[in-house]
């Protein structure tokens, strides 16, 4: 009786919300108010009967949350990844003679969520397994997730955040023409989970499935108990089959067959006990847990014929290559594009037009490129960037050569250009966060960076935004207004320029006297003369003020500006002028690191964020830590040094 209330309520919470949506966003009727209120009667009944109140349950009032970053939050149990496999004889040897569970292994994002008498407290994405991110005014408008359930005990379970198909495609279809559509459901849930503002995830229908419980709950030996007792409680939980070494292959051809008929998807299934005893017992390794596995689908592999290779420039400045082949059916769908990652990859494949090439969905889903089969390339790398013009680099990153567009002005990072240009340590404009830029350049009040000093003309547009209003709009101008005085170094840093730091901002605007005009039109050999700027920096300071579209967006930005007055004159005797530090750990002396660095470069000293052969001090309280940077500073020889005697060594 109790599943059925509860598969009611659901029911009840989908009707009521398409009505109240309809009544309130469409100006529309599905059902006459009399038909509303009965139903809404029975919610509430069946709510007060069972204890349990779900999201999105219209007798909820809706709170939705805009906060400014994701607090990291420490998992009280690490979370370890699964062991995989995709051979059956190997489920076999793991079960043994023991019963156990097969279930989806759903290919989403997983959430721990906490529950303390009675009410969802806490949500936390997975994050590297020990480090997660704090989700929790997102999972109270997750579409499934109950609010309240009735035990009152602490409650810590462990689930999967999906969007399904269907709404994936609904999301895709009502974007505008000319919005980039979502690659899958699992990046599109990724990114909706870890939303800013909770009225964009709502927006999203992301559902939570629950698979296991970490910490409370019922007592009992089987773990297919447990999630009867989640259920029971108004969870969805992880649909399962028990199987035995001899039924786990029909069992596994089965859940194959299925998954083409889901509206979720998958990447394969997972296996583990149901006797929890015994599960416990076994532990765990450094990498796995011992009492489950994966198995991963085999792949449905085609041949087909490279048509092109299409360079597209992400937010971030990444510039991916995608092969663009003839059509193929694969697992059901036809497929004719595949991202090819990054250059090691393009190279690895040796990828030319004309290819022909083995393609596969990896996990029954994303587009890939196992084999080439007719080699001629690699393609060569474009030297520019096919949306600004400007030069591209390749960067090696650990093993993988990537390649970038050098312009931070770049129509494709845009979003990346305004969040780094408004940082603390850039133009430091209080209350603009992220999310709100991006609603500022999906609605066009953003153009160019000179257009942050002319939002007022959108004063009764901005105001009536979700999260905003006259205060927070009072706020925004003034912090805007307040950032047209800034210095010469932070302007320079805030333009993004590629492997220009604040520190190497303020040494090149040391070195040209902070004169706007030499900064701008310093040539590579001058700037290579500067002590602590090598060729790689230089080429990217100067390549950034030879493209004349950055140089008139500099121009109508200097109109914009009031460039604080600096000193040029540094201390004509000073201990540490023209000595290099690094500074590591807590300070006690200064207020932060970023105080301690101010000293030492008016001193005429410079401060780098990594140790070499140039530094000639470490500044680290703790100077017989093991952290990495003590280590290198030990193997190079050069000094660590406390606060205390970096003090005595300035003569203070």
């Not at 583990?272 to 847990?289: A, H, N, Q, R, V």
Request: net charge neutral; with cysteine; proline share 2%.
């Amino acid at each position: 009786m109790r599943v059925d209330q509860i598969g009611r309520m659901k029911e009840l919470v989908e009707l009521l919300g398409r009505a109240a949506y309809a009544y309130e966003q469409l100006d529309t009727e599905i059902m006459s108010n009399y038909e509303y209120d009965k139903l809404y009667d029975e919610l509430k009944g069946l709510e007060k009967k069972t204890g349990i109140t779900l999201a999105g349950s219209v007798t909820q009032k809706v709170g939705y949350e805009v906060v400014s970053s994701l607090p990291k939050i420490m998992h009280t149990q690490k979370m370890l990844s699964l062991d995989k496999t995709k051979d059956v004889d190997k489920l076999k040897a793991f079960l043994g003679g023991r019963e156990g569970l097969l279930s989806w292994k759903m290919d989403g994002l997983t959430i721990v969520c906490t529950y303390e008498k009675g009410e969802l407290i806490r949500a936390v994405t997975r994050g590297n397994g020990e480090l997660g991110e704090d989700i929790t005014s997102n999972a109270k408008v997750f579409k499934n997730l109950p609010l309240i359930i009735d035990y009152k005990e602490r409650l810590v379970i462990r689930g999967e955040a999906i969007i399904t198909y269907s709404d994936f495609h609904k999301i895709n279809e009502n974007l505008k023409e000319k919005e980039e559509k979502y690659k899958n459901p699992r990046n599109l849930c990724s990114g909706s989970v870890r939303q800013l503002n909770s009225k964009i995830t709502a927006s999203r229908n992301v559902r939570f499935c629950a698979f296991a419980i970490v910490e409370g709950g019922v007592q009992c030996q089987n773990k297919s108990e447990q999630l009867e007792w989640l259920q029971l409680k108004g969870f969805e939980s992880i649909e399962y089959k028990k199987v035995t070494q001899e039924t786990v292959e029909a069992e596994v051809s089965c859940f194959s067959q299925e998954i083409l008929k889901r509206d979720f998807a998958s990447d394969g299934l997972v296996l583990t006990y149901d006797d929890l005893i015994y599960s416990k017992s076994l532990g765990e390794t450094s990498k796995f847990p011992r009492d489950s596995i994966a198995f991963k689908w085999k792949d449905e592999i085609a041949e087909t014929q490279i048509i092109a290779i299409e360079w597209n420039t992400s937010r971030t400045g990444l510039i991916n290559p995608v092969a663009v082949f003839e059509p193929v059916e694969i697992e059901g769908t036809t497929v004719e594009r595949a991202s090819v990652h990054n250059l090691s990859i393009l190279e690895d494949l040796k990828l030319g037009i004309g290819d022909t090439v083995r393609v596969y969905k990896a996990n029954m889903i994303i587009p890939q490129i196992s084999e080439n089969i007719t080699p001629t390339g690699p393609v060569k790398a474009p030297e520019m960037c096919a949306v600004c013009g400007a030069h591209t680099l390749i960067k090696q990153e650990n093993t993988s050569k990537t390649l970038y567009c050098t312009n931070a002005n770049c129509k494709a990072q845009r979003l990346r250009a305004f969040v780094h240009f408004t940082s603390r340590d850039a133009m430091n404009i209080e209350g603009l966060s992220e999310a709100t830029i991006d609603k500022f350049l999906e609605k066009g009040y953003l153009q160019e960076f000179s257009s942050l000093y002319h939002l007022q003309q959108y004063k009764e547009q901005i105001i009536q935004m979700e999260g905003l209003g006259e205060k927070s709009y009072k706020n925004l101008i003034g912090s805007i207004e307040k950032s047209r005085t800034v210095g010469l170094a932070q302007f320079i840093y805030a333009l993004g320029i590629v492997q220009v730091g604040l520190n190497t901002a303020k040494l090149i605007c040391k070195h040209f006297k902070y004169n706007i005009e030499e900064v701008m039109a310093a040539t590579e050999d001058e700037l290579r003369s500067i002590a602590g700027i090598g060729p790689v920096i230089a080429r990217e300071f100067s390549a950034y003020f030879a493209l004349e579209a950055n140089k008139h967006m500099v121009d109508k930005m200097l109109r914009e500006l009031n460039l604080k007055q600096e000193s040029i004159q540094a201390p004509l005797e000073s201990p540490i002028k023209d000595l290099t530090f690094v500074i590591t750990g807590e300070v006690h002396h200064f207020k932060n690191r970023k105080e301690l660095q101010a000293k030492i470069e008016e001193l005429g000293g410079k401060v780098t964020g990594s140790i070499s052969k140039s530094t000639h001090y470490l500044i680290n309280n703790d100077n017989e830590s093991n952290s990495s940077k003590n280590k290198k500073a030990k193997e190079l020889g050069i000094p660590v040094i406390t606060e205390e005697s970096f003090l005595q060594l300035i003569n203070v």
